[in-house]
């Protein structure tokens, strides 16, 4: 039973464009959202990550939004640039764990 | 500043044998996880460690896998005997406990194949 999903395995966006990457969740004790995102044969890497008391992060081109009451989580790219093609995981946690639980990923793939 | 340090970073084995993966955290970091990905399932948190204590080992298949860290530096993820649906991508993690933050730091994998 899977309590982060992201339904969409694969995205195309046209360089210059805006990417949005989805995720919903589950658990109503998840209070903490963090995006991560994969180049092949590496490990991931942090990118941006939002506590429930916000609805809005924003760092640089890329801006994460909450939806409590949806439980869903977007991540959004603007603009796209072909280097930001790589899997992208949304992972959640509560206050009481240092656990993540992931996605299953989406493949972002930006087009020049 | 070094990150997380996995070796090996390719395994081939073949079924039944024993297969140890290894992982160096970011020194300083007090917690340590290991995770496994795979396409069906993507990334699976396995066990995970607080100051060499394993924490929460709920995410282990089964008794052929086991993890320890006998020290802040080192941790290993073993797997005997191996099996053919063990074949994934290993990922070890490290973590700082600070307020606010829980941001976890990973290392580059190590791939196995068990034919």
């Known amino acids: 039973d899977q309590q982060v999903k992201q339904n969409s395995p694969s995205l195309s966006v046209q360089e210059g464009r805006i990417s949005i990457l989805n995720c919903d969740y589950t658990?109503?004790?998840?209070?903490?959202f963090l995006w991560y995102k994969k180049y092949p044969a590496e490990g991931p890497t942090f990118l941006i990550s939002i506590s429930s008391i916000k609805d809005k992060n924003e760092d640089g081109r890329f801006t994460v939004f909450l939806n409590k009451s949806a439980k869903h989580l977007s991540l959004h790219i603007v603009p796209s640039q072909p280097g930001d093609s790589a899997v992208y995981f949304c992972?959640?946690?509560?206050?009481?764990?240092?656990?993540?639980?992931f996605g299953t990923g989406t493949r972002l793939k930006v087009l020049a | 500043d070094a990150g997380v340090i996995q070796s090996p970073r390719h395994e081939v084995t073949e079924m039944g044998q024993e297969v140890t993966l290894r992982c160096k955290p970011i020194s300083g970091h007090d917690y340590l996880f290991w995770y496994r990905q795979t396409m069906m399932r993507g990334l699976e948190l396995l066990i995970y460690?607080?100051?060499?204590?394993?924490?929460?080992d709920s995410g282990m298949p089964e008794d052929r896998f086991s993890a320890k860290m006998p020290n802040a530096s080192f941790s290993t993820l073993k797997i005997q005997p191996s099996e053919p649906r063990d074949s994934a991508v290993y990922f070890c993690a490290s973590s700082l406990r600070r307020t606010g933050e829980k941001t976890q730091y990973f290392g580059p994998g190590t791939r196995l194949l068990v034919l």
């Open positions: 992972a959640a946690s509560d206050s009481g764990t240092y656990k993540y639980i």
């Open positions: 460690f607080n100051n060499n204590v394993p924490i929460d």
């Open positions: 658990n109503s004790m998840f209070d903490y």
